[in-house]
């Protein structure tokens, strides 16, 4: 069964520091999603891209947080510098267009000390 | 805002079937309802949607109220498997896209 792939699994990283995750989704899946998950809530979508374009940012914290999906395959997600509120977990998940089901990745677990 | 109300949590025993209730008593016609679960430390999983007909999968059946403010997710025949937190979500069109519109989700406790 295709997966969305992501990595790294765990991240620990001191705050100020800058830190990146990586997202693969399903081959042939148009739209890609990044969310953010604080435990004990559920997923907050953080931006969306159709192709290598963003349709959907407006609750991202522009001023520390960056995404791109250049080609429209792979992504990245960065903060910079992160902050001890961004521990979390950071969940991407795709989909063959903007409507169909999502298939979500297993996550990064951000801490930040 | 979320669009969806659930119990906090529920437990159920080992084989018999989980009814997992969902209040949306706001949503509007074109508005799909989605379930998903997450076990701990995993990704949300797919479970199934619907609209307005009652659905049904390998993994379960949505049952929709005919008036759709309210739906209710049925696992046939529960095992420790199955213990996770069950979100009920809308799905909303916010011009030529769709968003997720996630609540907090139900704990659901399988016992054996």
């Known amino acids: 069964e295709a997966e969305v792939a992501q990595s790294p699994r765990y991240k620990i990283t001191e705050k100020s520091q800058a830190v990146a995750f990586w997202c693969d989704p399903i081959s042939g899946h148009a739209t890609l999603y990044w969310y953010r998950q604080i435990l004990g809530q559920g997923p907050e979508l953080l931006v969306q891209?159709?192709?290598?374009?963003?349709?959907?940012d407006s609750q991202l914290p522009k001023d520390r947080f960056s995404a791109e999906r250049l080609k429209g395959v792979d992504s990245t997600l960065k903060i910079q510098p992160a902050e001890l509120g961004d521990s979390a977990m950071y969940l991407c998940a795709s989909s063959r267009d903007r409507g169909s089901g999502y298939t979500f990745g297993s996550g990064t677990r951000l801490t930040v000390v | 805002d979320a669009k969806t109300t659930q119990p906090t949590s529920m437990d159920c025993a080992e084989g018999r079937a989980a009814n997992l209730p969902c209040n949306h008593s706001t949503i509007s016609g074109n508005e799909y309802v989605y379930w998903y679960r997450q076990i701990h430390s995993q990704g949300p999983q797919y479970i199934i949607h619907g609209l307005k007909n009652n659905e049904t999968n390998e993994m379960a059946s949505l049952i929709i109220t005919e008036d759709r403010k309210s739906s209710t997710l049925i696992l046939p025949h529960a095992t420790l498997r199955d213990t996770a937190v069950y979100y009920c979500?809308?799905?909303?069109?916010?011009?030529?896209?769709?968003?997720?519109?996630w609540g907090a989700g139900t704990k659901l406790i399988i016992k054996p």
């Open positions: 891209f159709q192709d290598e374009s963003v349709v959907d």
């Open positions: 979500i809308v799905r909303v069109a916010t011009g030529s896209n769709y968003q997720l519109i």
